[in-house]
């Protein structure tokens, strides 16, 4: 069981940056692949990153690739999505999802994914 609770969401201008923090619960945080995805108003759920067990392989959204970085820190059990260039069309509820699927390419859709995070707002004004 892995427990997940996000941090760092604010509002923030057009062109600004943002990092968002997913604290892990657990002792074997190493064991799984975590993810980012985010979800506006009225929309479904989307991917924007993956980062491997080891942080060796990373995957982003089209939408991000460029402006976006995860990263993680396994002794800390913690997962960073580091945004720039933010844009208002990221604006949205972003969540932080572990998964136990030692995959090559790394999962992307929700489904594949076994634990999440409550979430935490970005907004990102124009």
């Known amino acids: 069981q892995v427990q997940l609770v996000e941090s760092g969401g604010r509002l923030v201008q057009a062109g600004g940056s943002l990092s968002l923090s997913c604290a892990a619960s657990g002792r074997t945080f190493s064991a799984y692949a975590m993810g980012w995805f985010r979800q506006a108003p009225g929309k479904e759920r989307e991917f924007v990153a993956a980062i491997s067990r080891l942080g060796y392989t990373t995957y982003y959204a089209d939408s991000v690739k460029g402006r976006f970085t995860i990263s993680r820190d396994n002794a800390k059990n913690t997962v960073t999505l580091q945004m720039n260039s933010l844009k208002p069309e990221d604006t949205a509820l972003y969540y932080c999802?572990?998964?136990?699927?030692?995959?090559?390419?790394?999962?992307?859709?929700?489904?594949?994914?076994?634990?999440w995070g409550q979430g935490t707002q970005v907004t990102v004004s124009s």
């Open positions: 999802a572990a998964s136990k699927e030692n995959t090559s390419p790394l999962p992307t859709m929700p489904g594949r994914y076994d634990y």
